[in-house]
């Protein structure tokens, strides 16, 4: 619950002072991380209420969700191997089980699944150029 309380204050905080103001001004706003993963990590990772944890991000975040959520699904098992060759320490959650990643890749696909038409689901396993010219492709759609 706490590291859930923590992730949003940080979300109230940073769309206050710097996604709002962004948006005011007619810009384009990206981020690596928002509400979804809130849902995914301390809502299934953590076993909470997702229900909760959504209510929760949707109140620090001023009901802001994004026009497009881009989620690179990879097998849990090639993500670990992925972060095991990596030359930096695992944070907190990158050091959990298995099972807590199994938990949040459920999560992400299930909220994909509830609103495909916010979320483009790719294939992380596919080549850099590839996953590139997909993301490309869908985000010219929405600036048209």
């Known amino acids: 619950r706490a590291e859930a309380l923590l992730y949003a204050a940080d979300r109230a905080h940073h769309v206050a002072t710097v996604v709002r103001p962004a948006l005011r001004r007619g810009e384009i706003v990206l981020q690596d991380r928002y509400l979804d993963s809130s849902v995914a990590y301390q809502g299934a990772g953590r076993v909470l ?47 959990e089980q298995a099972e807590f990643h199994g938990r949040v890749r459920d999560a992400f696909l299930n909220l994909a699944a509830a609103e495909p038409d916010r979320f483009l689901v790719l294939d992380a396993a596919a080549a850099p150029e590839v996953i590139a010219e997909q993301i490309r492709t869908r985000v010219a759609a929405l600036l048209d």
């Open 49 to 95: 209420d997702a229900t909760e944890i959504r209510d929760l991000s949707l109140w620090a975040a001023e009901g802001a969700l994004p026009d497009l959520t881009i989620l690179l699904d990879l097998d849990p098992a090639e993500a670990r191997t992925r972060l095991d060759s990596a030359d930096k320490p695992f944070d907190r959650l990158e050091a």
